[in-house]
């Protein structure tokens, strides 16, 4: 087996870490794709046991959430890379979810108070318009 150049060891090397750092990231991102779907399965089990329990009592969940974190490989500006741990945020669809709820009841009161501005606005034009006409047939008799 000939012998390779030194450079094109180091070149063979750096691709191979590099190939490496991507599967451990795309390893990561399925694991948190995994965990998160734990969540949902065990929300929807909560749900089904509140529902048949009929709500009398505040149940704790059956299952309890600590800070979790999968392994993450950066790179940072000089090409070298940090092996370092990368949180995931398990309630961020919550946090997502409430914060549309609330800017949609925002924009839902914003129009209820424009329709009831624009109905005064109506009213008072109307009632402009009547006294106007009154005015005009007064003053012409």
Same mark, same amino acid.
């Given at each position: 087996?000939?012998?390779?150049?030194? #450079?094109?060891?180091?070149?063979?090397?750096?691709?191979?870490?590099?190939?490496?750092?991507?599967?451990?990231?795309?390893?990561?991102?399925?694991?948190?794709?995994?965990?998160?779907?734990?969540?949902?399965?065990? @929300?929807?089990?909560?749900? $089904?046991?509140? *529902?048949? $329990?009929?709500?009398? $009592?505040?149940?704790?969940?059956?299952?309890? *959430?600590?800070?979790?974190?999968?392994?993450?490989?950066?790179?940072k500006s000089d090409e @070298?890379?940090?092996?370092?741990?990368?949180?995931?945020?398990?309630?961020?669809?919550?946090?997502?979810?409430?914060?549309?709820?609330?800017?949609?009841?925002?924009?839902? #009161?914003k129009k209820k108070l424009?329709?009831q501005r624009h109905k005064?606005?109506?009213?008072?034009?109307?009632?402009?318009?009547?006294?106007?006409? $009154?005015?005009?047939?007064?003053?012409?008799?």
């Amino acid at each position: 087996m000939p012998l390779q150049p030194q #450079k094109e060891k180091i070149i063979s090397g750096w691709e191979r870490l590099v190939a490496q750092a991507q599967t451990i990231n795309q390893m990561a991102a399925e694991l948190e794709a995994e965990i998160l779907e734990l969540k949902a399965i065990v @929300s929807a089990i909560d749900s $089904q046991i509140n *529902y048949l $329990q009929g709500n009398r $009592q505040a149940r704790r969940s059956i299952c309890k *959430y600590l800070t979790i974190s999968v392994p993450w490989v950066r790179q940072k500006s000089d090409e @070298s890379l940090i092996l370092t741990t990368r949180k995931i945020d398990l309630f961020r669809a919550e946090r997502e979810a409430a914060l549309l709820a609330q800017k949609l009841r925002q924009q839902s #009161k914003k129009k209820k108070l424009a329709a009831q501005r624009h109905k005064r606005n109506q009213r008072t034009a109307i009632t402009d318009m009547s006294r106007s006409v $009154q005015e005009t047939l007064f003053n012409k008799s």
